[in-house]
């Protein structure tokens, strides 16, 4: 005969843990701090993302951002409230658009923001001409599988070729809002020589651009596919 013995279940009480700390939204890709003089490396065009803990904390980085954003777009976001924190953007900013002294003047105007850097390409440690997406571009009105060649263009992030150039590379030598102009270095598909043209660029949206050559507009493009 086999007899039951029962032994105790001891229970241990675990504390329960305080409220998990709340960090900061992060945003990828993200490089921390830029290096002296406030240029990110490898990274032709930029934002600036910050948080904040209060609405009006918010409201103070753009402000400041957009009194020492030299060369820099009117392009900020509507704070978004989120893991405790106000997330705000502005950018694109040009290399040279933030020295790390502003960069400190206004981080310190507001002790409990935190600032972060992110490639408006998304891409980090490749440069980038344009804030625009690379790929395959058609003039507007045409189609994207029955352009004309004369109707298409190819930005690859070092610069515009179209059906009849290939390994561009555009120099932004002044930058006006959206408005990119500079000069666009290109090889010819046939002869295999080397030219240049003035180009003059305005970025209508991430995925949209007006292009003048040499003083001659050449119309609006749309982005049909990316690569």
Same mark, same amino acid.
């Not at 690859?156 to 000069?183: F, M, N």
């Given at each position: 005969?086999?007899?039951?013995?029962?032994?105790?279940?001891?229970?241990?009480?675990?504390?329960?843990?305080?409220?998990?700390?709340?960090?900061?939204?992060?945003?990828?890709?993200?490089?921390?701090?830029?290096?002296?003089?406030?240029?990110?490396?490898?990274?032709?065009?930029?934002?600036?993302?910050?948080?904040?803990?209060?609405?009006?904390?918010?409201?103070?980085?753009?402000?400041?951002?957009?009194?020492? $954003?030299?060369?820099?777009?009117?392009?900020?976001?509507?704070?978004?409230?989120?893991?405790?924190?106000?997330?705000?953007?502005?950018?694109?900013?040009?290399?040279?658009?933030?020295?790390?002294?502003?960069?400190?003047?206004?981080?310190d105007r507001v002790p409990d923001a935190h600032v972060k850097y992110g490639c408006v390409d998304g891409v980090p440690g490749q440069a980038s001409a344009l804030p625009?997406?690379? $790929?395959?571009?058609?003039?507007? $009105?045409?189609?994207?599988?029955?352009?004309?060649?004369?109707?298409?263009?190819?930005?690859?992030?070092?610069?515009?070729?179209?059906?009849?150039?290939?390994?561009?590379?555009?120099?932004?030598?002044?930058?006006?809002?959206?408005?990119? $102009?500079?000069?666009?270095?290109?090889?010819?598909?046939?002869?295999?020589?080397?030219?240049?043209?003035?180009?003059?660029?305005?970025?209508?949206?991430?995925?949209?651009f007006r292009l003048a050559e040499n003083g001659r507009i050449e119309g609006d493009y749309r982005l049909c596919r990316e690569g």
């Amino acid at each position: 005969m086999f007899r039951t013995i029962l032994f105790p279940v001891v229970v241990a009480l675990l504390p329960v843990a305080a409220s998990a700390q709340v960090n900061p939204p992060t945003h990828a890709p993200i490089i921390e701090e830029p290096p002296l003089p406030g240029v990110v490396q490898g990274c032709g065009f930029y934002s600036v993302l910050g948080s904040a803990r209060s609405l009006s904390d918010a409201f103070t980085l753009q402000d400041t951002l957009g009194a020492i $954003g030299s060369g820099a777009h009117d392009n900020r976001s509507i704070p978004q409230f989120r893991d405790g924190y106000y997330s705000v953007t502005y950018g694109p900013f040009a290399n040279e658009a933030l020295a790390a002294d502003k960069v400190s003047e206004w981080r310190d105007r507001v002790p409990d923001a935190h600032v972060k850097y992110g490639c408006v390409d998304g891409v980090p440690g490749q440069a980038s001409a344009l804030p625009i997406s690379r $790929g395959h571009y058609v003039r507007e $009105g045409t189609l994207c599988d029955n352009a004309p060649n004369a109707a298409i263009r190819v930005y690859d992030g070092a610069g515009i070729s179209g059906s009849a150039t290939r390994d561009c590379t555009l120099d932004v030598t002044e930058v006006d809002g959206p408005l990119y $102009g500079g000069t666009n270095t290109c090889t010819d598909t046939y002869d295999g020589q080397r030219s240049a043209s003035a180009l003059s660029v305005r970025v209508l949206s991430a995925n949209r651009f007006r292009l003048a050559e040499n003083g001659r507009i050449e119309g609006d493009y749309r982005l049909c596919r990316e690569g």
